[in-house]
T-cell receptor, first 113, second 116 residues
Framework: GENVEQHPSTLSVQEGDSAVIKCTYSDSASNYFPWYKQELGKGPQLIID?????GEKKDQRIAVTLNKTAKHFSLHITETQPEDSAVYFCAASIKGSARQLTFGSGTQLTVLP | DTEVTQTPKHLVMGMTNKKSLKCEQHMGHRAMYWYKQKAKKPPELMFV???????INESVPSRFSPECPNSSLLNLHLHALQPEDSALYLCASSLQYTGAVNEKLFFGSGTQLSVL
C-alpha cells in the first residue's frame, strides 16, 4: 500500500520567516495530495490540495509544490504568523482506492513571536 | 454551512458503560467517515459510509458499532471499551465516495474520549 513520509517532525521559525514541510510518497499511482492543519483541540482542516496534473498551487501565503518524478511534495508558508502554529499533516490518495487518504506522521510548527 | 458538528466534545466512560458519539453535516455530502486519532499521531480510518451504507470497516473491534440513520447523521455506539480506546474520535464527510475521484474531506472537531 501507499506509504507517506513527512519531515521534519518539529519545526520552529521566527515570525515573518518562511516554513517548509516535505513529504515523500511511495506509490506512483497517487494523484491527490492534500495538506491539513490541526490546531490544539480541533479536527484537521484542509488548507490546500494539489492534483497530479499540476506542479504548483498557491493560496495567499500558502503554496504546495509537487514533483511527480521524485515522488515528493512540499508545503511552503511565507510570512509566518503565530496563528500558523499547529500540527500539519500531508496526505496522499490514489484515485479509485477504497482507503481514501494515507497521512504523513505530522509536523509540529511553532512560530515564535 | 461547511461544518461537520460532533457531540459531545468530551466524554469519560467506564469499561462497562454504553455511550454514543454523534456527527452531523448539512453540506449534502453522501459519504461520512469515522477516524480515530491518538495523541501526536495522524488520524486512522475506522469506517466509511456511502449513501448510508457501510462501505469500509477497517477491522474495527465490535465494541465500536457505527450507524448512519440518514445522509446527514452518523453515530458511533460504544460498549465495553478498553482504556487503550481512549483517543480523539473524528467524524469527516465528503461529497461522495465512489472511488472515481479524490474527494475533499471535511473533519469535525472530534470527541475526546477517555475510558477509565
Amino acid at each position: 500500500g501507499e506509504n507517506v513520509e513527512q519531515h521534519p517532525s518539529t519545526l520552529s521559525v521566527q515570525e515573518g520567516d518562511s516554513a517548509v514541510i516535505k513529504c515523500t510518497y511511495s506509490d506512483s499511482a497517487s494523484n491527490y495530495f492534500p495538506w491539513y492543519k490541526q490546531e490544539l483541540g480541533k479536527g484537521p482542516q484542509l488548507i490546500i490540495d494539489i492534483r497530479s496534473n499540476v506542479g504548483e498551487k498557491k493560496d495567499q501565503r500558502i503554496a504546495v509544490t509537487l514533483n511527480k518524478t521524485a515522488k515528493h511534495f512540499s508545503l511552503h508558508i511565507t510570512e509566518t504568523q503565530p496563528e500558523d502554529s499547529a500540527v500539519y499533516f500531508c496526505a496522499a490518495s490514489i484515485k479509485g482506492s477504497a482507503r481514501q487518504l494515507t497521512f504523513g506522521s505530522g509536523t509540529q510548527l511553532t512560530v515564535l513571536p | 454551512d461547511t461544518e461537520v458538528t460532533q457531540t459531545p466534545k468530551h466524554l469519560v466512560m467506564g469499561m462497562t458503560n454504553k455511550k454514543s458519539l454523534k456527527c452531523e453535516q448539512h453540506m449534502g455530502h453522501r459519504a461520512m467517515y469515522w477516524y480515530k486519532q491518538k495523541a501526536k499521531k495522524p488520524p486512522e480510518l475506522m469506517f466509511v459510509y456511502s449513501y448510508e451504507k457501510l462501505s469500509i470497516n477497517e477491522s474495527v473491534p465490535s465494541r465500536f458499532s457505527p450507524e448512519c440513520p440518514n445522509s446527514s447523521l452518523l453515530n458511533l455506539h460504544l460498549h465495553a471499551l478498553q482504556p487503550e480506546d481512549s483517543a480523539l474520535y473524528l467524524c469527516a464527510s465528503s461529497l461522495q465516495y465512489t472511488g472515481a475521484v479524490n474527494e475533499k474531506l471535511f473533519f469535525g472537531s472530534g470527541t475526546q474520549l477517555s475510558v477509565l
